[in-house]
């Protein structure tokens, strides 16, 4: 599976869209992107997945460059309960475990 | 989506003892779940691949018969601590995924080896 790279840390203002960039310059053709976030304590919950197109649904827009090297995740009304630990992951279809890497931990203030 | 429990949500045990950790897809069959274990501050590390009918699969470094895991039906894995020491103490999450494209996460089990 390919490498994804995140900042570490973000702020965002509570009401506000919190915009978390994702790098993977190596993905493959047929890897999706994948977004879970994981809040203290919990285990990690599913946010949304794309292909190549973008995506939306209840929780999350997600952005994927024409290239699909990177993609952003949008939360367009962050509230405190969205801060937690974001986890940008690529992985091919089928049933395979899924790769963390540190993600980006998003602190919502208030 | 699909849910996943695990059960106990958390345990303390002694230095020595067993413990059992299940993992139930509760709406949805998996031929196959996955073990992560997770330690302070870091991310999510696979242990190990569990098969609904067939041994499980290992990470490199990860003891197959300290972590004993059992994949009795298509709905339950269960994962053995067994001879529990400190250095066991973490936070362990199961995974599974129903025929769509999304993996599902159980909520973890807190183990706490005295």
Known sequence: DAKTTQPPSMDCAEGRAANLPCNHSTISGNEYVYWYRQIHSQGPQYIIHGLKNNETNEMASLIITEDRKSSTLILPHATLRDTAVYYCIVSGAGRRALTFGSGTRLQVQP | ?114
């Open chain 2, 1 to 114: 989506g699909a849910v996943v429990s695990q059960h106990p949500s958390r345990v303390i045990c002694k230095s020595g003892t067993s413990v059992k950790i299940e993992c139930r897809s509760l709406d949805f069959q998996a031929t196959t779940m996955f073990w992560y274990r997770q330690f302070p501050k870091k991310s999510l590390m696979l242990m190990a691949t569990s098969n609904e009918g067939s041994k499980a699969t290992y990470e490199q470094g990860v003891e197959k018969d300290k972590f004993l895991i059992n994949h009795a039906s298509l709905t339950l894995s269960t994962l053995t601590v067994t001879s529990a020491h400190p250095e066991d103490s973490s936070f362990y999450i199961c995974s599974a995924k129903p025929l769509s494209e999304t993996q599902y996460f159980g909520p973890g089990t807190r183990l706490l080896v005295l």
